[in-house]
């Protein structure tokens, strides 16, 4: 019987190797500060590892063993993220007796973990991009005063969205400079202090020459001035992420689109699965996105992937014939 204190609770392994799992775990209190329930993460992990090799002692185990194991708990159904936790267990656990001479290789050095995926981004529908964009539009010519200065920015930040696909952070700190020109094209500095250039939309070029004015106007009636397109409630800083994604839960509310799909970088998903979808060429969306790696966009072809394979499911004549 091997044992591990941590914080005053004691891990008891048994079993042959049951004193080196109480080793390894002593060492992860003493020189990682292992909390307790950590401790009891990684007993369970080992006491069940033990338990599928017996008889063989847990220090003894060899690498077909190692992926039986690991073969087993798929069979089981456990998630691929627990697959990849209970083998990081193993390959901590033998490095430690590789490195205090206990063995003389590591069953675990050649398996490699279960790829986790990279989930899905979430997005809108073309369609709902249209009522959002038309509600936030009749808001426009529905509003005077102050409150047709708040709808005519809050048109501007969805048209700009949608039409650039640029990040919630570049959004909320474009400086002034980058609409004061004219252009119908926006420099947007990206991660990293990179730098793109980004087409607008007619539509979203407008919404930025109506919001100006406005804009200008809100802060001479309260004597300030700010260098941000769109200014905070303190003029020297910009709008939050938080605002923006305030005020596009309302208008969510107000289109009658599920609140809960209408997300700041939603859009930005949005933007790039409806371009791809409408046949834009990959590297072209790269590059406005501000993506340095071609593999980070290409995960908006997955997502039309799933699309087109719910697609077939839900209308496909054959599909349907199944669920009868």
Known sequence: MAKAKGK????????????????FLEMLVAERGAAVNTLTAYAHDLEEFAAFIAPVGLGDANNAQVRAYLASLAERGLSVRTQARRLSVLKQFHRFLLGEGHRSDDPTSA???????????????EEDVTRLLATARDAVFASEGVGRGKALRLLALVEILYASGMRVSELVSLPLAA?????????IRGKGGKERLVPLTPAAFTAIQDWLPARDLALSARKQESRW???GTDPDLHMTRQRLGQL???????????????????LRHAFATHL???????RSVQQMLGHSDISTTQIYTHVLDARMAALVQDHHPLAARKRR
Do not use: C, E, I, M
């Not at 392994?13 to 799992?21: I, K, M, Y």
């Not at 490699?112 to 809108?124: S, Y």
């Not at 609409?179 to 420099?187: C, E, I, K, P, Q």
């Not at 791809?276 to 990959?282: E, H, T, V």
């Open 8 to 23: 005053g609770k004691t891990h008891r392994l048994q079993g042959p190797g049951g004193h080196l799992a109480g080793a």
């Open 248 to 266: 596009l839960k309302q208008l969510a509310v107000d289109a009658g689109v599920d609140v809960t799909s209408v997300k700041p970088h939603a």
């Open 111 to 125: 398996v490699d973990a279960p790829r986790l995926g990279r989930p899905l981004p979430g997005t809108l529908s």
């Open 229 to 231: 397109l769109f200014p």
């Open 276 to 282: 791809l979808a409408n046949g834009a060429d990959l």
């Open 179 to 187: 609409a004061r020109g004219g252009d119908r094209v926006l420099l």
